[in-house]
Each structure stands twice: as structure tokens, then as C-alpha cells.
């Protein structure tokens, strides 16, 4: 009886970033394990919410979909995952609704690719454009009595900009535009095919914004204006949320529709489990050590991402392995590190190194240990360069009248003090590291894209690429998404088919100015790029990474 009146719409709640595909949950005891549990309507995977559609595409009950968007935060890759999902599923002749209270321009690219556009009477519509903020801190440094002393290799590695210099430079400013102009007019695409209008007509949206809800409707940015109490009634022309009449009306999150499914799909435990794929992350700004997270956020330890890569090495069932790089570099050593855990492994297994978001500098290091390099189009790759130095805080130590002397045993005992800047002799050893540091970068690129060193050193000196761009110049094999790494990585292995994906280590890692800042007395040496770093989000809601 319940399957005679399964609803005609269901209802999805699309949300921050969901990942391509969900993890195992661990069983928990007690009253706090289902705490954490989403809505019944939340997308938790892309992977799932293709599952569903395709369940959904072949009930001939069901009209279509309602998608309900709210804060979503996903990189450009899987906004072009669910733009597809959502396109197959009308394809097949099924309505796909979106409503959303706010969107900005990441939200309202996705509902463009639905039949129909509402937002709520109190909604905002925040279609702008994009935007990229650049900082120069040099002279503030040194009004509070910081000056900051810095080496680099690379024309185009701009990080050292950020505290020597008291403007924004012209490399700084023509990268950033570059980028732009690539996501700008990717905008303007996008909107004129779903909103079927001309180009022209979208710059000229775009230039008018940000729209009230009201305003949006009567320009034709979205196709009405609706209550959310009223949705039900707008999809069916009739009934209620959650009532259902005799042809099967109603609206339903998926748990509703499969409670009242005649024969509803069932996951049966398997006699053999499947073959596995490992993924290992490198997210955030690389460090020595095991990283670890604070008040100051989160980095990727040398350590932590090393012992990820020795558990997926050693698994059996781990027939490939997909490092997901998602870092702006850091640490010079670390990166070199776990760029040779990475060719260790890659000695046993497949590895194929994947970016969605930003693998520059030390982050593009790691990836070279990988067999293949895939990165979506939009991802931010490169950034092949060297800069090291430190701060002299002993301007603001004398302003705040603390004193500090320095008592040395050796010439070069003091180059890392932020006591004073550096002598001559520690400049020269200074640039002659970073020459070394960079000429070692050249040499591990060179040897993993098959080029010279001549050749890549035309690509490098910290130039960073779009995923497109870095196709073009030979920096990455593919630019494709992240199952289609997946399936080439299994590929590779000889193992067709269905596999198990199963994360070893990493997490959401965060680069910290705060803490770069903290342990700038140190003089390291990084490969580290703050262009990749101030392009991710946009103003599309995205934090810094």
C-alpha cells in the first residue's frame, strides 16, 4: 500500500563540500552516536547522490527532483560533477527543480543546470563576478620595527612579496588576472547554456548584481520566487509536504521514497570484498614532523602523510594508490620527503596524483612521485620555485624595550636569529642554498615529465598554471575528475570493475599565516606559493587554503 504512494518529487539538501564519495561510518555506542547524523536529505557524497539519480531515473512514479542549496562550497571540479548528475538526470526525462534562499555564483552555476531556478521571497542572488585580494605587508612590517630579509628563485615566486615589498608588483597583479580572466569567462559560459541567453546578455547580468529576490525574477536570473512552505504546492499543483495522493503526489527526502519502495535496493554483504583503492591526502601547507592542528590550524606533517603512505603500500587489498594533493607547498625538506615516500610506493603499486584544488610548489613536489599527474581544469598547479629568509623583530624588541644580546661561537652560529638581519658570508650561504634547493626542484620535475632541465627551468622560476594550462606545457598527464582517477589508478593495477576507496591518514588541513609568521625566525628554506593560496574561493564562499 505505502509503494502505491511514493511521492512524485524527492527532495535533496546540497550542502558545503561533500566528498566524491563517503566514508565507512564506525559503529559507536551510546546516546552520542547518531549526534552527528545529517539531515535526511543531505547529499553526503557525490558518488551516492549519482547512485540515487540513477535509482530515481528509472521509477517512472517519480516527475523529478527538488534541490535545495545552502552554503555550498565545492571547488569548481565537483560543481562540474553535479552540473553532469544533474543533466543526466533530465536527460532521462525526469524535472529537476532548485531552490535556494541565497546563492552566489558557484551556487547559481549549479541550479542553471535545472529546469527551474526559484528562490525564496527573502532570498539574495550575490552574481558579481570574481575577485582576488593581494597584500603587501613590507611597509607595516616596518613601521612596528620588523623587517623581513628574504632569498628566492624565481621571478614569478611571489611569497617574499607579501612582507618585503610595500605594493602589490606587477607579476603579482598579471598572475592573479590571468585567473581571473579563465574563471570569469568560465562564468559567463556557463550561465549563458543554462540560462540560455547570449553572452552578452550575462556580462550585463553579472555587471547589475547582486539581486534581491524579486529583482532576479523580473530579469529572468531565475524562474520565480517561492516560499518554502509553498513548494510542495508549486511541483505537484496540489497537496502538501509529505502527503501524497492516489496518482502518487508529494515531496520526500530519499529515506521516504526507499521506505516505501515494493522492492527496495539492498546492499548485500559480500562473500569476497572487494578490491580496494587507497587515497592518500596531502592537504594544507607542508611541515616537517607529524603537523597536527590548533588554534592556529592544521598542516600536513612529513611524518603523518609518510606513515599514510607506508599503511597503503603495505595493504594487500590496496591495489592502487591515489595521492590527493590539495596543498599550496611549504617546507622544501618535507615536500622532498614525502616526494620519496611517494616514488617508494609507487616501486610496489600504481600511484596516481590527483588535484581538484591546488598542488604549487612543494605541493606539485610531492605529486612527481606519482605515475600520472591528473588535475581538473581549474585546479592551480606549478608555482616551481625557491625563496628562504627570516624576520629581524629587533626593532619592535627595541620599541617595547625588550633587549636581547647575542653571544655567539662560530661565523654562522647566529643566522637564524631574529636578533639581527644577516652578514654578507650568511647572505652567500644563504642564496647559494636556495640555488641548490631550486636546481634540485628542476632536476625531480625534469626526470618525472621526461624534459629537460633547461626546458623546465622555462616553465618554472615560480610561474603557476590552471590545470588546462599546465596540460598544455606538459606539467600534468590529464585533466579529468576525480572517479576518472580513480578508475585509471585500478586501471594501472589490472583490476576492472567495482573497487572499495579507503582514506589512510590526512584530513582538512588549513595553511596558517599566523603560524608561518610565529616561526619566521627560523631562516628555512620553502617552496611554498601564496598566489595558489589567495586564488582558492574567489569570494565564492571557499576558505583560503
Keep these: 500500500m505505502g509503494a502505491r504512494h511514493r511521492p512524485a518529487y524527492v527532495r535533496f539538501r546540497l550542502t558545503g563540500d561533500p566528498p566524491y564519495r563517503a566514508q565507512p561510518r564506525r559503529r559507536s555506542?551510546?546516546?552520542?552516536?547518531?549526534?552527528?547524523?545529517?539531515?535526511?536529505?543531505?547529499?553526503?557524497?557525490?558518488?551516492?547522490?549519482?547512485?540515487?539519480?540513477?535509482?530515481?531515473?528509472?521509477?517512472?512514479?517519480?516527475?523529478?527532483?527538488?534541490?535545495?542549496?545552502?552554503?555550498?562550497a565545492v571547488p569548481p571540479a565537483k560543481r562540474d560533477v553535479l552540473v553532469k548528475l544533474l543533466e543526466g538526470f533530465r536527460g532521462a526525462g525526469k524535472r529537476v527543480v532548485a531552490w535556494a534562499v541565497g546563492?552566489?555564483?558557484?551556487?547559481?552555476?549549479?541550479?542553471?543546470?535545472?529546469?527551474?531556478a526559484l528562490l525564496s521571497p527573502a532570498g539574495r542572488l550575490e552574481l558579481v563576478g570574481y575577485?582576488?585580494?593581494?597584500?603587501?605587508?613590507?611597509?607595516?612590517?616596518?613601521?612596528?620595527?620588523?623587517?623581513?630579509?628574504?632569498?628566492?628563485?624565481?621571478?614569478?615566486?611571489?611569497?617574499?612579496?607579501?612582507?618585503?615589498l610595500p605594493h602589490v608588483s606587477n607579476i603579482q597583479r598579471e598572475v592573479l588576472e590571468s585567473f581571473l580572466d579563465e574563471r570569469y569567462a568560465e562564468l559567463v559560459d556557463t550561465l549563458a547554456k543554462g540560462r540560455r541567453r547570449t553572452p552578452e546578455e550575462v556580462r550585463a547580468w553579472i555587471d547589475g548584481g547582486p539581486y534581491s529576490a524579486r529583482r532576479a525574477a523580473a530579469e529572468g536570473l531565475i524562474?520565480?520566487?517561492?516560499?518554502?512552505?509553498?513548494?510542495?504546492?508549486?511541483?505537484?499543483?496540489?497537496?502538501?509536504?509529505?502527503?501524497?495522493?492516489?496518482?502518487?503526489?508529494?515531496?520526500?527526502?530519499?529515506?521516504?521514497?526507499?521506505?516505501?519502495?515494493?522492492?527496495?535496493?539492498?546492499?548485500?554483504?559480500?562473500?569476497r570484498p572487494l578490491p580496494r583503492l587507497a587515497v592518500v591526502p596531502v592537504s594544507g601547507m607542508i611541515v616537517t614532523g607529524k603537523g597536527g592542528s590548533g588554534v592556529t590550524g592544521q598542516m600536513a606533517g612529513s611524518e603523518a602523510v609518510v606513515k599514510a603512505l607506508r599503511a597503503a603500500g603495505r595493504n594487500r587489498r590496496a591495489k592502487a594508490v591515489v595521492l590527493y594533493v590539495s596543498s599550496s607547498g611549504g617546507s622544501a625538506v618535507a615536500s622532498e620527503i614525502i616526494l620519496e615516500a611517494v616514488q617508494r610506493?609507487?616501486?610496489k603499486k600504481p600511484v596516481i596524483a590527483f588535484v581538484d584544488r591546488v598542488a604549487a610548489s612543494g605541493g606539485y613536489m610531492a605529486a612527481l612521485g606519482a605515475k600520472e599527474i591528473w588535475a581538473t581544469p581549474h585546479a592551480i598547479v606549478g608555482s616551481i620555485g625557491v625563496f628562504a629568509g627570516k624576520f629581524d623583530t629587533s626593532g619592535l624588541m627595541e620599541k617595547v624595550g625588550v633587549h636581547r644580546t647575542l653571544i655567539t661561537r662560530g661565523?654562522?652560529?647566529?643566522?637564524?636569529?631574529?636578533?639581527?638581519?644577516?652578514?654578507?658570508?650568511?647572505?652567500?650561504?644563504?642564496?647559494?642554498?636556495?640555488?641548490?634547493?631550486?636546481?634540485?626542484f628542476l632536476e625531480h620535475v625534469a626526470k618525472a615529465r621526461g624534459r629537460t632541465k633547461e626546458e623546465i627551468h622555462a616553465l618554472g622560476e615560480g610561474r603557476v598554471y590552471s590545470g588546462t594550462r599546465a596540460l598544455a606545457v606538459g606539467l600534468v598527464d590529464r585533466t579529468e575528475g576525480f572517479e576518472e582517477a580513480c578508475r585509471r589508478a585500478m586501471e594501472l593495477a589490472k583490476v576492472p570493475g567495482r573497487f572499495d576507496l579507503q582514506v589512510y591518514g590526512g584530513g582538512d588541513r588549513r595553511f596558517s599565516l599566523l603560524k608561518l609568521l610565529l616561526?619566521?625566525?627560523?631562516?628555512?628554506?620553502?617552496?611554498f606559493c601564496p598566489t595558489a593560496w589567495s586564488l582558492q574561493g574567489f569570494g565564492e564562499g571557499e576558505r583560503f587554503e
Excluded at 515531496?251 to 519502495?261: D, Q
Excluded at 625566525?521 to 620553502?526: E, I, L, M, N, R
Design 29 to 72: 555506542l551510546g546516546l552520542l552516536g547518531g549526534q552527528n547524523r545529517p539531515e535526511p536529505a543531505t547529499v553526503t557524497s557525490l558518488e551516492g547522490f549519482r547512485e540515487t539519480l540513477e535509482l530515481l531515473a528509472k521509477d517512472p512514479k517519480v516527475k523529478g527532483i527538488l534541490l535545495e542549496l545552502e552554503d555550498l
Design 223 to 271: 524562474d520565480g520566487v517561492c516560499d518554502e512552505a509553498a513548494l510542495p504546492e508549486r511541483l505537484n499543483g496540489k497537496g502538501s509536504e509529505g502527503e501524497a495522493d492516489e496518482e502518487g503526489e508529494g515531496l520526500e527526502p530519499i529515506p521516504m521514497y526507499l521506505a516505501r519502495l515494493p522492492w527496495p535496493p539492498v546492499r548485500w554483504r559480500r562473500l
Design 103 to 116: 546563492v552566489d555564483n558557484l551556487g547559481y552555476q549549479v541550479m542553471c543546470a535545472a529546469d527551474e
Design 411 to 440: 661565523e654562522n652560529a647566529g643566522i637564524y636569529s631574529s636578533t639581527r638581519g644577516f652578514t654578507e658570508h650568511e647572505r652567500a650561504l644563504m642564496e647559494a642554498e636556495v640555488e641548490e634547493t631550486y636546481q634540485a
Design 345 to 347: 610506493v609507487a616501486k
Design 131 to 164: 575577485a582576488a585580494e593581494a597584500m603587501a605587508l613590507g611597509e607595516g612590517l616596518g613601521r612596528i620595527g620588523v623587517q623581513a630579509h628574504f632569498f628566492r628563485r624565481g621571478e614569478y615566486k611571489t611569497m617574499p612579496e607579501l612582507f618585503t
Design 519 to 527: 616561526g619566521g625566525s627560523h631562516a628555512g628554506t620553502y617552496a
